[in-house]
């Protein structure tokens, strides 16, 4: 692959001076453009040591208008970093729509440099590829342009480079011994890489190797890619745009009659016999023994809590369930059972402005606890494939490929040696009815009731389908789903608090 680089090109300083003003000029319209249409764009500098990665960086900042450009280095990871899952760190800096992001190193560095020093196997390597493949085609996907560019250097040219810059006093302390380390493992780097690259230069995001040892070449070539590449994506993007509506003449038909759920996506009908009919509701528990079991299993419960933290084990429990099942109820019992330092508690709303710039999993990935701590989501990402799919907000197209991205998220979080439990509280139509009117009766449960919560009832049998289809394609052996027979509040508790405590002994080391 790297023979594609064009070996030896050079540009005089006369034709560079020539051609940066013009490329300086459009590449500041066509960033107004990304910010009008508002188009992410991650920008991925890599390649070996002395190629002139920070220098291009620094270019970039230079020729555009930096407010709008945000660059983030990564390092070893820090300790925080360490505490969570490998992609937290890369998640984070993503950029919103609009923003330019560069990464100076990226999710492939760690790789590469881990299997080149024998640290992973080729079969580590391969299952970091395919996932670096699948979060590059999810983000893709939803709307960001990503353009990785290699810079080449011939073990002859590194060697030159790392030379001059270490004979200059102005610049010899950016070689360090680690350059002349990885330097003396070259062809080590050069197969390792060339192998990498092949695997991820996919039509979604492909490499574009370019030949560094010429600084003004490199310039030119990284600045001219960026001017082809955003301007194709401001086309595609303006080419996408919906025609505007026609002139809508008065309708003679009757209206729809008030309650009639349109259907969410060709084909989506209940089928006679769903997962969620085989939860038996009419399971109950008496008081006196509800009161003991709650106290029991409260203990155990914070017991294995302290074990998890003591191990180095975080938690992240999910709650989802119907309008008035209980959510509220069963997460105020299990906050009540741990120490206030060592949870939190995540209610999901409608999303921010900051949070709607982003891909829909970036305001999860925020939220992911540290070592030894616990974290409750009162609704999750979910969302995408219920509320998103049922009210129109995700297209279908995204809430379909929403289900392989929420396994991935969940399996990376697993891998991480994270406790996942996914809870979906169930109730019957008829009993959500019977809470929903008993809380307008009940002047201190008014506020729990809402317009919303009426409407989203009369689609009762999309959210059904939904939720079927959700259980179905995301309850996985890594995280599976428990369903909660919820028309006894007091019942599921239980069943949710035997459920953690039967897992969080079977996972931690006693």
Known sequence: MFETAELGRKVSKADYDAQVPEIRTRLLDVQNQLRAAKVPVLIIISGVDGAGKGETANLLH???????????????????????????RFWRPLPPKG????????WYTSPIVR??????????LSDQVFRI???????????????????????????KRLRGLEKDPDTAWRVTEMDWK?????????????????????????????????????????????????????EAAKAALPPPPKPVKASTSKPASAGVVKSVSAGAVKSAFTILD??????????????????????????????????????????EGWDAAGKGGLIRRIASALDARDYAIIPIAA???EEKARHYLWRFWRHLPRTGRLTVFDRTWYGRVLVERVEGFAKEAEWRRAYSEINDFEAQLVDHGYLLFKFWLHISKEEQLRRFKEREATPFKRFKITDEDWRNREKWDAYEIAANEMVERTSTGHAPWVLLAGNDKKFARIQAFRNICERMKNSLKT
Request: charged fraction near 30%; proline fraction near 3%; avoid cysteine.
């Open 62 to 88: 230079e020729w555009m208008d930096p407010r709008f450009i945000e660059t983030t280095a990564f390092a070893a990871p820090s300790e925080e970093e360490r505490e969570r899952p490998e992609y937290w």
């Open 99 to 106: 923003k330019i992001g560069i990464f100076f190193g990226s």
């Open 115 to 124: 299997r080149v020093l024998g640290q992973i196997k080729e079969g580590a």
């Open 133 to 159: 493949t699948s979060l590059e085609r999810e983000l893709v996907a939803d709307g960001m342009l990503i353009i990785k560019f290699w810079f080449h250097l011939s073990k002859s040219a590194q060697e």
């Open 182 to 234: 990885n330097f003396r493992i070259y062809d080590k780097f050069r197969d390792v890489s060339e192998r990498v690259l092949k695997a991820t230069s996919t039509g979604e995001a492909p490499w574009h190797i370019i030949e560094a040892s010429d600084a003004r070449y490199r310039s030119l070539t990284v600045g001219n890619t960026l001017l082809d590449l955003i301007t194709k994506r401001l």
């Open 278 to 319: 085989t939860v038996d509701l009419a399971q109950t528990i008496e008081e006196s023994k509800y009161k003991k079991e709650l106290e029991r299993l409260s203990g155990k419960f914070n017991l294995y809590s302290r074990r998890a933290k003591a191990q180095g084990r975080s938690t992240v429990m999910l709650f």
């Open 351 to 353: 999303p921010t402005d």
